[in-house]
T-cell receptor
């Protein structure tokens, strides 16, 4: 069992839909990261969370430390949101990130 | 302000050769991380440098090595390249350990 599990693996949505991507982890963490990877490989850090909720534009990330679960929400989705979304956790003082396998999102017109 | 920059962006090498990849962190960031994303696989942690020292390494053979320079830039060296080393190599930097990491665009290495 992977330390970081994401669901769904693939997601297709129509423009305007509300999207939720889930991440569960099995280890104690110091922080959880949501990353976006576009075709071509470049990665953008969307959020870093250790508790509660963060919002940036149409993106919202929440984390429940007790349940070891985080969600990434996209409101009013747009085709430019099409990308792979990756959840990653950092634990203790190691600082290295352990990654989920990613959720491939495609938003169609 | 410049982000994390990696060079080269693409590289083709022959099996058995050696390769050096370079990473310049965001100004002021002292921690640099290297990750490998092989085709069809998720991101795997390779190496972490902080203040010029190797602080942690992932489950990779010793032919993967690197260093961090006094200006906090970093190199990743891979010796005796194998076909399965073909991957996207990503560098990230953070201000200190456990602060938000910012990623470069990656170096795509193809071993033939």
């Amino acid at each position: 069992k992977n330390e970081v599990e994401q669901s769904p693996q693939n997601l297709t949505a129509q423009e305007g839909e509300f999207i939720t991507i889930n991440c569960s982890y099995s280890v104690g963490i110091s922080a959880l990261h949501w990353l976006q990877q576009h075709p071509g490989g470049g990665i953008v850090s969307l959020f870093m969370l250790s508790s509660g909720k963060k919002k940036h534009g149409r993106l919202i990330a929440t984390i429940n430390i007790q349940e070891k679960h985080s969600s990434l929400h996209i409101t009013a989705s747009h085709p430019r949101d099409s990308a792979v979304y990756i959840c990653a956790v950092s634990a203790g003082t190691a600082s290295k990130l352990t990654f989920g396998t990613g959720t491939r999102l495609q938003v169609t017109l | 302000e410049a982000g994390v920059t990696q060079s080269p962006t693409h590289l083709i090498k022959t099996r058995g050769q050696q390769v050096t990849l370079r990473c310049s962190p965001i100004s002021g960031h002292t921690s640099v991380y290297w990750y490998q994303q092989a085709l069809g696989l998720g991101l795997q942690f390779l190496l972490w440098y902080d203040e010029g020292e190797e602080r942690n390494r992932g489950n990779f053979p010793p032919r993967f090595s690197g260093r961090q320079f006094p200006n906090y830039s970093s190199e990743l060296n891979v010796n005796a390249l194998e076909l399965e080393d073909s991957a996207l190599y990503l560098c990230a930097s953070s201000l200190t350990r456990n602060t938000e990491a910012f990623f470069g665009q990656g170096t795509r290495l193809t071993v033939v």
